[in-house]
């Protein structure tokens, strides 16, 4: 084998914390902006008012300190109590989250079971829901992207096959397809969308987005509740402040981050995320591996079948020399078949190809001799 290179630098294509925006690192470094002070109000605003945009919704989101689970906790503690009959699909590691929340917190649950690789199947939920019993269903809880599977799940046609069954709130935890997949969560209507800071919004974690629609806000549960309290957030937030201290830093960076998505444009930075996912598809067939996602492919991260020839944490471990890292598969069923490459954020073109280089040199150090080039090759073809 040759040489490894000593200036090898590490290149995160990981489905969070994903790659952070040099402008925005730069705007954590200024010390001169107080959280109690008009100048943090102003930007604390913008920066609710630019995430409404992302959100599709015309009530600007909070902003939380914490990782995108403490979002999600806010969402089940404002919006479920004890006994609550609520549905939650488990599509992959994060819909068990859902599951595992909502049982910790005394719901009755009923969670659907989607087998890896596939969106849930609206009709199932229509069927289940449609069920005739006593208590009315409270929530329905989803994923919009299973980041453990790279699937993207149909969010417009699950939240339509909810609304038209039950009286059921749609909480969709969007974290990884916020800038990847658009989302128009009041057209869509949906109840309550969460985010957070280190996926498609390039500044590191600590920061957690949660949006409620009118009719959530108006039938917030009665369930003690303090620092996730959203009812009191709502309150200062809506002058700029929060209740306890902010991650102000990581405000700051936000700021400048979600300036920079704005003057893109969500829509091109949709499509750009688009084009990087047909990149790394066709890369991917064209080495002769498989896409783990049967339907619904995700454009924040694809999740690579290596097949049983291969083991996908020796891969992991050669790209990773070569300076690329990647995610591995989160479920042991998975571990040594699947490689994630994420492709969410602030990634340009050349990363994605350099990811794809990396993939490719690990391969062939792994296989022996391979032709080289082809899967790069293929992905430059979605570029030209
Ligand atoms: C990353 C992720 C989370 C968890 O977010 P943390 O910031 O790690 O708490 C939840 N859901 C999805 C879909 C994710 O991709």
């Not at 917190?105 to 989607?114: M, N, R, S, T």
């Not at 998505?261 to 091109?268: I, N």
């Amino acid at each position: 084998m040759v040489e490894l290179d000593p200036f090898v630098r590490e290149r995160l294509l990981t489905p969070g914390p994903t790659p952070v925006l040099g402008a925005a690192q730069l705007a954590s470094l200024d010390r001169s902006v107080y959280h109690r002070s008009p100048a943090f109000d102003k930007i604390f605003l913008e920066c609710r008012s630019l995430l409404g945009g992302i959100f599709g919704t015309s009530e600007a989101p909070l902003i939380l300190t914490a990782s995108g689970t403490g979002a999600m906790e806010a969402a089940m503690v404002n919006l479920t109590g004890p006994g609550d009959r609520v549905l939650c699909v488990n599509a992959g590691k994060f819909g068990e989250r859902w599951v595992d929340l909502a049982r910790r917190y005394g719901c009755d649950v009923l969670e659907i079971k989607v087998p890896l690789g596939e969106p849930a199947d609206p009709d199932r939920l229509r069927e289940a829901l449609s069920q005739p019993s006593g208590t009315p269903w409270r929530a329905v809880f989803l994923q919009a992207n299973e980041t453990s599977t790279g699937v993207y799940q149909d969010v417009p046609a699950l939240a339509d096959a909810v609304r038209s069954t039950s009286g059921a709130l749609v909480v969709v935890d969007a974290i990884s397809s916020l800038c990847a997949h658009s989302m128009c969560m009041d057209h869509w209507g949906l109840d309550c969308v969460v985010g957070g800071s280190q996926k498609g919004f390039g500044i590191p974690p600590g920061l957690a987005f949660v949006a409620l629609s009118p009719r959530a806000w108006s039938s917030l549960s009665s369930r003690p509740r303090f620092y996730f309290d959203l009812a009191v957030e709502r309150k200062v937030q809506s002058r700029g402040q929060t209740s306890s201290t902010p991650a102000s830093s990581l405000v700051q960076m936000l700021h400048v981050a979600l300036g920079r998505l704005s003057e893109m444009g969500v829509d091109v930075v949709v499509r750009q995320h688009e084009r990087r996912r047909s990149m790394v598809h066709r890369a991917v067939k064209a080495l002769g591996l498989d896409l783990f996602a049967r339907k619904g492919h995700s454009a924040a991260v694809t999740a690579i079948d290596v097949g049983p020839a291969e083991d996908a944490i020796q891969l992991l471990n050669a790209a990773e020399r070569r300076g690329c890292l990647f995610a591995g598969g989160q479920m042991e069923s998975v571990r040594k078949r699947m490689i994630r490459f994420s492709h969410l954020g602030f990634v340009d073109t050349l990363d994605v190809l350099s990811g794809l280089c990396a993939l490719e040199l690990a391969l062939a150090e792994v296989r022996g001799s391979t032709p080289l080039g082809l899967g790069v090759g293929a992905a430059m073809q979605e570029v030209l």
